[in-house]
């Protein structure tokens, strides 16, 4: 396991529910997302064709790439709809004194 | 691709007179004319007989008669009369198309016309309210209706195409940009806030200080698209609902394919400011239509390149989400059209 390091990204009041919005941890680029209470990170570049996923929409517990149609399960990455042929890399999230943090490798 | 069922706009009022014109709407061609009581009728443009344009004769009483033989069709579209004969073959008639003119234009029902319901005709109020001053225009382009569509759904073009008019980079680098959809609606709201005015926007408005601008793009389908457009003083509260002291304006714009290749663009520009003021509303309207001008000469440009190789490899950028969105919802109501016609088709 490659060692991580935790990065203040976002005040928690501005990951809202049905909403991604974009936070970078140096060169790498991440979604926020809150469904059901919980905020979850994960990679903001769709690996099919370059769009930003916090530009798509968010139904219950997926989003949608803005551009193909891409889909993918928040709470795990997972892929759920073509172009878009892999899984998202998630990171860990935790909230410390409404400041959201992200682990990412360090 | 056409999508049938749908009210488009033919023509404006003024096309539509006593003298019969032709234009050729989703490749069927047609002739409108008004009766004497000023009742506008729109048929298929194309004599049964030697298919001659109707548009090339002329109304007669209640009867357009063609210039070639003088066969006479009423406004139902059946051939009342026959030159040198008492018999009508019965099957001397031609389409006709339902039509309903509101807000300056003439509306034709492309499709089913049990299906015709002038309710869903697509609210264009600004050009008939007094709390605006408006005015349309009509522009022939050689471009797919869907070159249109696109255009207006993203407006980071404003910084390079329209940059001595309604445009400047503000547009692109500091724009916050939201997408939303509905089934049959696609809604993009950009905001630039505490940015210049662009130059339209200073002639017309005044603006001395940074603006917050917005553009709310409202698209319905086939191809209507509504523009709340307009800028306040940076600070003053536009974002939160308060629109004082600024400039807000309509750009509207009803899309209508005559062909693949080929569009019947209407548009017009309303605004709030001075709205009884006819000078106001040249000014407006001289500024933009430099703006369309110079779209027009886009859209023909790609379509020529489109035209050599249609299938030539395109890349979709982050910007095209509100078009992409558009195009989908077009896809599915003709894949829908499409498996209802063949349905139907089945049952006969």
Redesign the interface.
Known sequence: MAETSWHRVAASVDVREGEAIAVNVGDLQIALCRVGGTIHAFENICPHAYALLSDGFVEDNEIECPLHAARFEITTGRCLAPPADRDLVTYAVKVEEDEVFVAVPS | MFLRNFWYVAATDQEVQAKPFGRTIMNEPIVFFRMPDGTPVALEDRCPHRRLPLSMGKLVGDALQCGYHGLRFDKTGQCVRVPGQDLIPPSARVKSYPVVERYKWLWIWMGDPALADPDKITDFHWFDDPNWGAKSAYLHVEANWQLVVDNLLDLTHLAFVHETTIGNMALVEHAA?K?Q?GPNNVLVTRWTIDQPAPPTFVKVGGFTTNVDRWQIIDYAPPAFLRLDVGATPTGTGAPEGKRVGGISMRNLNAITPETETTTHYFWGQAHDFEPGNRQMTERVFEQIQAAFYEDVAIFQAQQRMISLDPDSPT??I?A??GG?QAR?IVDRLYAEEQAALAQRAAAE
């Open positions: 940009v997408v959809r890349v979709d982050n095209d989400s992409i989908r």
